[in-house]
């Protein structure tokens, strides 16, 4: 019986989790993650990329039976037809979920219990940057403004001190705020 | 009969693009754009945003009828059920198709055509800084690698030239390369 009991908490398993922390403890080489993407140009401000492999906790990752798919386009205004989000608003679904994400794990680390969350986010930019038309002006989001609700099982200060702990470790949040080196070349 | 006539070269209209840059160059605050994302989360590491309205070009746009859904999920490996994507992946993706558009944008910009366009990427990151098990591990992709492959009428130096110019011009690659503020608050 005692084998069968899965104790969750915000929807994770948390002695799965405690396991993972203690081998990595263990052997941080198990920390090492490389994720991936292929992505083909359709035309104009179309293109999709399927995404399914991993590397972690030691090894290539096959749970993925399928890839999963993510078609890019632009507005009218920016000379496409919506065939899909726009890349800067696929950056800022990613932004969400990874500040959430990192936000419940953290809770459930700390015994917190999580009972509804989302978030509202705005990015603002000048588009002479993507143009080209004014070296003065950068081509990327010049803030990025995340509004969360949230109800939680804790006083407003563990609240807040889980938000700034939130910000500090998410992994996409963190690859925004600081300077990422991305290196392009051709195959 | 020529008031029907449409230009276009990669996809793109190039009278529609030569006008939104001539209408810009008139008046700057046109090229403003906020982006904007709803997401709420599931449970564990699943949480859905929702994408419709920005506001750009003076105005709010209202070309789409139904907003767009994308849902973040984790692989086994990471506490999930692969209910979609992971965050750091949508961030690739996002990455890839930015650096597309931008590319192809400016080829059309420069008259060149192009005739096939992929690309594959890899981000390396260690899950220690996620974690907060090491605080001199920093969270977020360590670097980000992207290799195109390109077909398309012109020399290897034209192209060369297109993908810097494309690397410094996408605002996704922009908004990964340099620190963007992220402000984080509640609601």
Redesign the interface.
Known sequence: MAGEMKT?L????VM??TQ??EA??AD?S??????????????????R?T?RD?Y??GLE?D??KVA?E?T?G??????GN?E???????????????????F???AMARGIE?R???????????????????DS??????????????DAACSDEE??DL?R???????????????????????
Chains 1, 2 share one sequence.
């Open positions: 969750t915000n929807g994770l398993d799965a989790a993972t922390i990595i403890k941080k198990l920390a090492r993650f490389q994720f991936r993407a292929k992505n083909t140009w359709v035309g104009g401000g179309e293109n990329s995404i991993f972690g906790a990752d749970s993925r999963f993510f890019n632009e507005p009218p205004v920016l000379l919506n899909g989000g726009n890349p800067v608003e696929y950056l800022l679904h990613a932004l969400a979920g990874c500040v959430t994400t990192t419940v794990l953290h999580i509804s969350l989302s978030t509202e986010l705005e990015g603002d930019m000048d588009l002479r940057g993507l143009l080209g038309l004014d002006v950068s081509p990327g989001y010049e803030e990025i403004r995340i509004r969360m609700h949230v609240l807040e938000m702990y939130a910000e500090a470790h998410s992994p996409v949040c963190n690859t925004v705020c600081r300077p990422v080196p991305v290196k392009l070349s051709r195959a």
